[in-house]
């Protein structure tokens, strides 16, 4: 039976070339963009190169001060002090990574200027996150704690600065007018990596600003690792338990807030005009929204060409119909081409979008961004391309099963 | 002749109406384009206002160390006489974070009569931020060194469009102006208006200009300040920034960034063209869809009413007359479209939706319209000279 439809539908696109092009390039071009959307999206919030752990891991990115009669706020990284004192207490967490939001500073090389950005992290950090390390090693405690001035270099910044030179561990380099002796090399990290993006990473007791300052508001951010993805709402509740007891330290302020959020949420939050929820459903409504409206276009089109193609075969219809098949056999017959149809347009639309992901890695439009059809992302362009194809067939078909055998037969 | 195609139009509106949707979505995402590129493009044409070639500007963290408003005074007043006395520098000027083509803005909101919040921008200059940025006065004048004696109001510039949201065409010189506080509480009399300085385009090329207010920094807020915008001699290279940046990090201690204006411009447009050139390709794609699909689609219309068209030439219609026709029918599918598209369309200058003018909503409106149009019109030409060239004996044999 399917084979037969198989068929049928081969024999219906070799017909019409002019209407198999039509059909084909919506559906391909409107799944291209779908999987070169969803594999951005998918790169840049799932698991990846340096935040491998990041489905067992909390972000806790900013502090929320609030003024409850004045409605006055003040939102913020925390300090040093804050995070050492209150998050590196925390008993649940296997480890906890707290690091500096990346700072741009300048370096100067043979009267050539370079943006360097810079980050000063504790020595949790490397554990939690996974850098690869091309040479050398991470700064150690001991080296924090005497206040050494060392660094680790990612390999664009060892490029820019250095030129083509084999190994740099040991050699110095002055940025932001300091001279740091490099203790290891990374593979460098795409900026969409709001975290753990930087081009130097430095010891937070080096860091120019005071990081013994017992304000709350500061630089810093933490990453909270868990032992395993079923601790998570474990560390939540702890880390809200804590925050529960802390007040402001500013007096114009009564309110505190802070939570330690999954990734993606932890920069919702700060979006949400709300102050409870994390904002992540509105997110998804949204785009869900958008995703629908977007393919709303091509599914018009498909729809009205499937019609015209549907009713040119009228008089195949008539016959069937008058040798007793049942509409519904003729309506799964048509939704199944159309699935085929559509089937044909993602294998093309697969390959497209391969194409142009490997033009957006090859081109320089995102340092060091690696974007790849994931199993992911295949599995949800499979989906896109089965509603799709339902959409775009249901209503032909459903036409089509009512024609009434005399008209069908006649129009002939 | 229209009211008879109008009529054929509603006999088969079962089978038009898919084609009517396609085109009022089309439209939509057409006016929301044009509506993108028209702003852009006003926005564009605007002059800048001021200049930003060879002006830098150093970021640093203030120090901590200093305590007192007097020594912050002291410490600021040395660190402006070495930076001013460096060959390659013209002018400098301390200033709040929100420079031109910053990220970070500052803002608060005013009063004057019965123009109330006001929000506007609020920029932190010194006597010299005019002749850094080459700003243009309106009228009146910028702060001299006597502003710093505090009297009871604040002395402000406010720029032209500030100046027209608060005084519409009345004169603004002298005038107070109030600030709007939390809590209900009556707006205060705070600052008096001593000029009117051009509009400054500061958010970068395709930005809109919006309300600005200089205050003078007073000593208080000096130790805020972390940035100094820097006017440059065109010979100063990377190993003048060097030196720069190498005297600075003695004299503040804190980390140092310095940018160029000019750079910064450069990635505030591309922040702001990247959605244009995304919606632009993503709209192309989709209007390429429509036109192959209507074309598909009117084509095959056409042929069917093969018997119907070798009729009316047989009765003595030319080709011309039934090529007319059949592109005037796709014309009235796309005027009814585009009636129910306008109507959805006039919503948002009516509601003030987005906050844009309504001359930018009308224009695109204007815009989406004749694109649909032609549109249509390029997708219907072909199948209806292709009608027209149906033999009347063929067509009629045929059935």
């Not at chain 1, 002019?18 to 951005?40: E, K, Q, R, Y």
């Amino acid at each position: 039976m399917l084979t037969n439809y198989f068929k049928i539908a081969i024999a219906v696109l070799k017909r019409r070339k002019f209407f198999t092009f039509i059909s084909l390039f919506g559906i391909s071009f409107t799944l291209t963009i779908i999987i070169v959307t969803t594999a951005f999206v998918d790169n840049v919030i799932s698991n990846n190169y340096p935040e491998v752990n990041r489905d067992r891991s909390l972000y806790i990115n900013f502090l929320q001060q609030r003024n409850s009669k004045f409605g006055s706020e003040m939102n913020g990284p925390a300090s040093y002090y804050y995070m050492d004192k209150y998050v590196n207490s925390l008993k649940t967490p296997e480890k906890v990574a707290i690091a500096s939001l990346f700072m741009p500073v300048n370096a100067y090389v043979n009267n050539k200027k370079l943006v360097v950005n810079n980050k000063f992290t504790n020595e949790g950090w490397w554990d939690v996150m996974q850098y690869e390390f091309l040479e050398g090693k991470p700064y150690t405690q001991q080296q924090i704690d005497n206040g050494d001035r060392v660094a680790v270099i990612t390999d664009d910044l060892k490029k820019n600065y250095f030129g083509d030179v084999p190994a740099v561990v040991g050699k110095f380099i002055e940025v932001d007018n300091v001279q740091y002796r490099i203790t290891g090399v990374v593979k460098s990290v795409p900026v969409t990596m709001l975290i753990s993006y930087a081009d130097l990473f430095a010891p937070y007791t080096v860091s120019k600003s005071d990081y013994k300052s017992k304000e709350f508001a500061g630089i810093y951010s933490a990453v909270l690792l868990a032992h395993s993805k079923a601790d998570i709402p474990k560390m939540q509740q702890e880390y809200a338990d804590v925050v529960a007891k802390i007040r402001p330290d500013r007096k114009d302020f009564d309110q505190f807030k802070s939570n330690a959020d999954t990734y993606v949420a932890s920069f919702t939050r700060q979006m949400s005009n709300e102050n409870d929820g994390t904002g992540l459903s509105f997110l998804i409504t949204v785009a869900v929204i958008f995703i629908l409206f977007f393919m709303l276009l091509p599914t018009l089109n498909l729809v009205n060409i499937n019609i015209s193609r549907i009713m040119e075969r009228s008089s195949e219809i008539g016959v069937r119909k008058a040798f007793g098949a049942s509409s519904k056999t003729l309506v799964w017959q048509f939704i199944t081409e159309n699935i085929i149809l559509t089937f044909f347009g993602a294998v093309i639309g697969i390959l497209l979008s391969f194409v142009i992901l490997q033009a957006i890695n090859n081109s320089n439009l995102i340092n060091n961004i690696h974007l790849s059809i994931n199993f992911t992302v295949l599995m949800f362009s499979l989906l896109a391309t089965l509603v799709f194809g339902l959409l775009s067939g249901v209503y032909p078909a459903w036409r089509m099963s009512r024609l009434q055998v005399v008209t069908a037969l006649k129009a002939q | 002749m229209i009211r008879h195609l109008f009529k054929l139009a509603w006999n088969k509106k079962k089978q038009n109406f898919l084609l009517i949707t396609e085109m009022f979505v089309s439209f939509i995402v057409m006016f929301a384009v044009f509506t993108l590129m028209v702003f852009y493009y006003n926005n564009y044409k605007t002059s800048m206002g001021f200049d930003y070639d060879n002006v830098w500007v150093a970021n640093y963290t203030p120090p901590q160390n200093i305590t007192t408003t007097d020594s912050f005074q002291i410490f600021h007043q040395s660190l402006g006489n070495m930076v001013r006395s460096m060959p390659q520098v013209n002018d400098i000027s301390f200033t709040s974070a929100n420079v031109p083509f910053a990220m970070s803005t500052n803002s608060t909101e005013v009063s004057f009569g019965n123009n109330r919040h006001i929000r506007t921008n609020v920029y932190q200059t010194e006597n010299d931020y005019k002749k850094v940025l080459n700003l243009k006065m309106a009228e009146g004048r910028w702060f001299t060194d006597a502003d710093k004696i505090t009297g009871k109001y604040t002395p402000v510039v406010i720029n032209s469009k500030l100046k027209e949201s608060l005084f519409g065409n009345t004169a603004a010189i002298g005038k107070i102006i109030r600030e709007e506080q939390f809590d209900e509480v009556p707006p205060a009399d705070k600052y008096r208006v001593i000029g009117v300085a051009e509009n400054m385009k500061d958010k970068g090329d395709y930005q809109e200009v919006e309300n600005g207010m200089f205050v003078a920094i007073d000593t208080g807020w000096m130790r805020n300040a972390g940035n100094i915008l820097i006017h440059v001699k065109p010979n100063a290279d990377a190993a003048f920034e060097g030196r720069l940046s190498k005297a600075l990090s003695n004299a503040i201690g804190t980390s140092i960034e310095i940018e160029h204006l000019d750079k910064k411009l450069q990635s505030k447009n591309l922040l702001m063209l990247v959605p244009l050139i995304i919606a632009l390709i993503v709209a192309g794609f989709l209007i390429i869809n429509v036109a192959l699909g209507l074309y598909g689609v009117l084509w095959y219309n056409i042929n069917k009413r093969k018997a119907e068209i070798g009729l009316r030439r047989a009765v003595g219609a030319s080709g011309a007359d039934v090529s007319k026709q059949l592109v005037g029918e796709a014309l009235v599918l796309a005027t009814i479209a585009l009636i129910i598209g306008t109507f959805f369309a006039v919503q948002f200058p009516l509601l003030n939706v987005f906050d844009l003018p309504a001359g930018v909503y009308i224009t695109a409106l204007l815009l989406a319209v004749l694109f649909i149009y032609l549109l249509v019109l390029f997708c219907a030409l072909y199948p209806g000279r292709q009608a027209a060239a149906i033999y009347p004996a063929v067509a009629l044999h045929e059935e």
